[in-house]
């Protein structure tokens, strides 16, 4: 599976942003997909998942409420709205996917994206 994230840039504190991931594979609906972050001299780090059909999702304390993750099986992409943005959300963001089951554990994906990088700006 090969996967394509895009829509990261500078957006200021309280801003919104968009990422989108699309997948090479035709049965992208077999996946569970998944968002982690890793900022500068950090740990890579659990952002969001999605279930294969996307009717279950999961997410991180610190973006729960801020942060919707949603799938278009129909286009093979996975989505991340990012939304009331802070400073501290500053990072890589990778799109992992798995055939399953979803995990908070970056180590439980096989596939990843090549990472856009969000900045938020205080």
């Known amino acids: 599976v090969q996967l394509q994230a895009s829509g990261g840039g500078l957006v200021q504190a309280g801003g919104s942003l968009r990422l989108s991931c699309a997948a090479s594979e035709r049965t992208f609906s077999e996946y569970v997909m998944a968002w982690f972050r890793q900022a500068p001299g950090k740990e890579r780090e659990f952002v969001a998942a999605?279930?294969?059909?996307?009717?279950?999702?999961y997410y991180a304390d610190s973006v729960k409420g801020r942060f919707t993750i949603s799938r278009d099986n129909g286009k093979n992409t996975v989505y991340l709205e990012m939304n009331s943005l802070k400073p501290e959300d500053t990072a890589v963001y990778y799109c992992?996917?798995?055939?399953?089951?979803?995990?908070?554990?970056?180590?439980?994906?096989?596939?990843w994206g090549q990472g856009t990088l969000v900045t938020v700006s205080s």
């Open positions: 992992a996917a798995d055939p399953g089951p979803p995990s908070r554990d970056a180590r439980s994906y096989d596939y």
């Open positions: 999605i279930s294969w059909s996307g009717n279950i999702a």
